[in-house]
């Protein structure tokens, strides 16, 4: 008989959901980017020069990242009652990963197709746009399918948490979890101490969160500075159609997703809203990784299933980056004037599938991705291309956000296929911690 596991909601999480707005790490947040683009419209150069603020929070959340992974699936798999488990989670996962990912990519393709954002933009791509897109072309080349897997494999074991692989540091976390749970009673020495170092590194995180208002600030602030929201014209309606459609995807599919599960989305976005909002002004979602790991935790999901399932979803499931590839390459053919046939729609949609695994790990991956996606249809030039480029940042803004609420859900469908967690705990660790 499964085991329903049953957790409940934190005392101090309840009382911080009624602290005034202002003294919330959403609120601040919110603060910090509301200040951000007024300075970044009133003195942009300014506003340029804060974007050390942003890295640097970047750097301090994701230096930790790796440990987090590391003891959070390690000690989660030792303390597993059942080996067996691990792959059938697994295997339960990448199959959920495939469906969603493959449904955002047919509704980017679609809504591309049917709301025609690059028409009549009449681009004739030059050869200063080839030299702007080489050094991406460069790199989707580079990076197959056969090297993506390959490099799953770290040179060493020191080497997967220097090189900031999350593959890499998942199955180094695997070999070991497995190794602890066969030693049974003899390996307790070593995950208490895991266990020991898991409460230290999330109080780690929990003092850096603190800076995340100041991080989104600089971060906001650069962006808003360097591009400007006039700039935002010439692109208008592409932008709005992806923030658009990535909305409605979340709405109405990940609702659906979410309903058959036993909750509702808009629940589950008010319970991770702080985790929205970073990664909204950061552009990037791996700042929101170990505390969304946490709120998981609370709600329920066990730490192994946490480790497994929301890592891996990073890399398996950006369902954000799948319709923005989609749509931006409909966009970059419309743009230039080439006409997609039914064809190249599956074309599109058989190579994305791949690539926006390959891309996984390189700067500004799902750019990279999209740019091997147009590379295998001749007739689109990769070099249309630059005319996204340069705002790719308020793109990747809700890109990043949807990755990243899209595997919070993930881990809690997968949890409740697993009778982790029932329906109704589920339903009143939400209304409690919301």
């Known amino acids: ?18 602290k005034p707005f202002y003294r919330s790490l959403w609120g601040q947040v919110l603060l910090g980017v509301a200040l951000a683009i007024v300075l970044g419209y009133v003195r942009p150069e300014t506003a340029q020069a804060m974007r050390p603020l942003g890295d640097a929070f970047i750097r301090l959340i994701t230096m930790v990242i790796s440990l987090v992974i ?3 699936v390690a000690a989660g798999i030792a303390g597993m009652d059942s080996i067996k488990k691990v792959g059938r989670v697994g295997g339960k996962a990448l ?13 980017g393709l679609l809504v591309g197709a049917f709301t025609q954002p690059g ?3 009449n681009a004739t791509p030059t050869a200063g746009d080839a030299t702007a897109v080489a050094g991406y072309a460069g790199q989707a080349k580079a990076q197959t399918v056969t090297d993506f897997l390959i490099n799953i494999i770290p ?32 390996a307790k020495p070593v995950t208490d101490v895991l266990e020991g170092l898991t409460q230290m590194v999330f109080r780690v995180v929990n003092m850096l969160m603190r800076l995340a ?3 989104a600030f600089g971060a906001m602030a650069f962006t808003v500075g360097r591009y400007g929201l006039s700039s935002l014209g010439p692109l208008a309606k592409l932008i709005v159609t992806l923030w658009v459609t990535s909305a409605l995807f979340v709405l109405i599919v990940l609702g659906a997703v979410a309903a058959m599960a036993g ?24 700042p929101a990784l170990p505390s969304l790991m946490r709120k998981l935790e609370n709600l329920g999901c066990s730490k192994a299933m946490v480790g497994l399932v929301t890592p891996t979803g990073y890399v398996f499931n950006p369902d954000g980056s799948c319709i923005y590839m989609a749509l931006a390459a409909v966009f970059v053919a419309q743009a230039t004037g080439v006409q997609l046939t039914l064809g190249n729609y599956i074309t599109l949609f058989l190579v994305a599938s791949l690539t926006h695994k390959g891309a996984v790990g390189i700067q500004g991956a799902a750019f990279i991705a999209l740019v091997a996606t147009l590379m295998v249809i001749p007739s689109i030039p990769v070099a249309g291309m630059a005319l996204i480029l340069g705002l790719d940042r308020f793109m990747s803004m809700c ?3 949807v990755n990243m609420l899209c595997n919070g859900v993930a881990t809690v469908v997968v949890s409740r296929w697993e009778h982790e967690l029932d329906g109704e705990t589920l339903r009143k660790n939400l209304a409690a911690l919301t």
């Open 399 to 401: 890109r990043a956000t």
């Open 155 to 186: 040179t060493s074991v020191v080497g997967a948490f220097a090189g900031g692989s999350i593959l890499n540091v998942i199955l180094v976390s695997l070999l070991v979890g497995f190794a602890l749970a066969s030693l049974g009673a003899k």
């Open 1 to 18: 008989m499964a085991t329903v596991v049953t957790r409940p909601a934190p005392a101090a999480a309840a009382t911080a959901a009624r």
């Open 213 to 215: 208002p100041i991080g």
């Open 119 to 121: 028409a009549g933009f």
């Open 263 to 286: 909750f509702s989305i808009i629940t589950f976005l008010k319970y991770i809203r702080e985790e929205i909002v970073l990664t909204l002004s950061l552009s990037s979602s791996d």
């Open 70 to 72: 590391f003891c959070t």
């Open 95 to 107: 199959l959920y990963f495939e469906i969603l990912t493959s449904i955002a990519l047919l509704i």
